[in-house]
Nanobody, 122 residues
Framework: QVQLVESGGGLVQPGGSLRLSCAAS????????MGWFRQAPGKQRELVAA???????NYADSMKGRFTISRDNAKNTVYLQMNSLKPEDTAVYYCTADFLFRNVLGGTGKYWGQGTQVTVSS
């Protein structure tokens, strides 16, 4: 089993920045790809970004240029740097992980965190 714990969410004003972190523990050898999804009230969960162990990345089109995913393999941690935040970025952000990159990308990752709330409001 792998446990994922997100942190870094909170309230930020429009145009501001936040950095989310997701620390993985447990059977780390079974995890190669990690990623972030988000779910706003009344909407489906959607991909934000995904990253492989060798740092190949994939972003949802609406996040390109504002969000950056990165990882520190030594710390088993993935990060999401979010800049120029907009009210429509308000959502619960979930970390996910799987052995296969395509599973993370497709939202079918085996492991999920509990989520962290990001609220963008003045």
């Amino acid at each position: 089993q792998v446990q994922l714990v997100e942190s870094g969410g909170g309230l930020v004003q429009p145009g501001g920045s936040l950095r989310l972190s997701c620390a993985a523990s447990g059977s780390i050898f079974s995890v190669d790809a990690m990623g972030w999804f988000r779910q706003a009230p009344g909407k489906q969960r959607e991909l934000v970004a995904a990253i492989s162990r060798n740092s190949f990345t994939n972003y949802a089109d609406s996040m390109k240029g504002r969000f950056t995913i990165s990882r520190d393999n030594a710390k088993n941690t993935v990060y999401l740097q979010m800049n120029s935040l907009k009210p429509e970025d308000t959502a619960v952000y979930y970390c996910t992980a799987d052995f296969l990159f395509r599973n993370v990308l497709g939202g079918t990752g085996k492991y999920w965190g509990q989520g962290t709330q990001v609220t963008v409001s003045s």
